[in-house]
């Protein structure tokens, strides 16, 4: 069975840092694509970021430059590096990967992790 779990969310300050990290089990990590997405009060979910399983990675346009997201395949975590943070950024922080289900691609999730940015 899938199990994302994410943590590291929290209170911080603008243009302070936080580390998000997602532990996976349940599957075959090293060979999973990984993904952060974000989710606002009364907004859409969006893409955060997203690494595969050679390390190549990729970011939204609104946050590229002050996020990293890395991988431990040893440890079957994900995280999410994220600096220099704007109120605009809270957000609950969701962890995702997709699996390939017979013919049909599923998709995984977390409960989430609450970023909140406030001074």
């Known amino acids: 069975q899938v199990q994302l779990v994410e943590s590291g969310g929290g209170l911080v300050q603008p243009g302070g840092s936080l580390t998000l990290s997602c532990a996976a089990s349940?599957?075959?990590?090293?060979?999973?694509?990984m993904n952060w997405y974000r989710q606002a009060p009364g907004k859409e979910r969006e893409f955060v970021a997203t690494?595969?399983?050679?390390?190549?990675?990729n970011y939204a346009g609104s946050i590229k430059g002050r996020v990293t997201i890395s991988r431990d395949n040893a440890k079957n975590t994900v995280s999410l590096q994220m600096n220099s943070l704007k109120p605009e950024d809270t957000a609950v922080y969701l962890c995702?990967?997709?699996?390939?289900?017979?013919?049909?691609?599923?998709?995984?999730w977390g409960q989430g992790t609450q970023v909140t940015v406030s001074s």
């Open positions: 995702n990967t997709r699996r390939l289900i017979g013919l049909k691609l599923a998709d995984y």
């Open positions: 349940g599957f075959t990590f090293s060979s999973a694509t």
């Open positions: 690494i595969s399983t050679a390390g190549s990675t």
